[in-house]
């Protein structure tokens, strides 16, 4: 490899975690155009089969290696079940049943905090600074989704059940994709994943009596939502997943919020204030912390 492509790839991975939060922050943006025109399962199941199909195109069309072991493929689906159907269901349904969204990204931003205290529990090192930096990017998080709360939020049984099912499910799909699976292609890993995810939500999405709606805003939202955070987001967390500790990456997860707000304020004119600024930079500075400290 010549030192112009060596350096092409470096710029690239160090790109990764920055591409990867825009990305990940679009997905309420995303769910604000589309849902109203469809349920959340029927929706989802939907784009896990246009991405199923999109990975599979990719996978012939570039001859990537499938994986080889059957122990591999069981893997891939479990982390596919959890990463995909459990924590996207959850969201989306949440959303879907009355819970606010910033309510819901402050519940699912408990992640990094909560893997790590799985990791240190099961003899992982957490180092203090990370620590801090943890506690710090969950106060900012807080700070930036806590004009959300006199909004009308309904909190009940159901939306606060598919809420943790969200948080459990992404937190143990990445503790288990970082523990059992082994590293393959990003291409192929995903299509097995994908296939999971489908298998798991047809039959609750059969359950949902509202049909989809197609229109500009459903099609948009769908075009968006395969070809952006299924084949872009979805592959950059399963690369930065393979590539970097845990804690490390959940972390990022805490700077999805605020940048979903300054998207929201760019879209729809939601307002941006000083205890969000506040909050937006708490969080850099706690993530900084946590990043630095597992190097």
Sequence with gaps: MTSAA????????RAMPAVFVLIWSTGFIVARYGMPYAPPLKFLAVRYALSLVC???????AKVAWPK????????AVTGVLMQAGYLGGVWAAVHAGM???????????????????????????SNRQWTGLLLGFAGLVLVVSRKFGQGAEVNALT??????????????????????????VRS????????????????AALESQGIEWNAYSVGAMAWSVLALSLGGSSLLYMLIQRGTATAV????????????????????EPIT??????????????????????
């Design 55 to 61: 990975f599979g195109l990719w996978v012939t069309l």
């Design 6 to 13: 060596t350096a092409r790839n470096a710029g690239w991975l």
């Design 250 to 269: 959940t972390s990022l997860l805490y700077l999805v919020p605020p940048c979903t707000a300054v998207m929201a304020w760019l879209l729809f004119s």
């Design 100 to 126: 606010g969204a910033g309510l819901v990204a402050l519940l699912v931003g408990i992640q990094p905090v909560l893997t790590a205290v799985w990791l240190a529990f099961n003899g992982g090192r957490i």
């Design 160 to 185: 606060m059940g598919l809420a943790v099912m969200a948080l459990l499910s992404i937190t143990a799909g990445t503790l288990y994709q970082k523990r059992f699976v082994a590293p393959c292609d």
């Design 69 to 76: 072991a059957r122990a591999q493929w069981g893997h891939l």
């Design 274 to 295: 000083l205890v969000t600024v506040l909050g937006i930079a708490l969080t850099a500075v706690g993530v900084s912390l946590v990043v630095r400290g597992g190097r």
């Design 189 to 204: 890993a995903s299509a097995v994943q994908m296939a999971a995810a489908l298998l798991v939500t047809l039959p609750f």
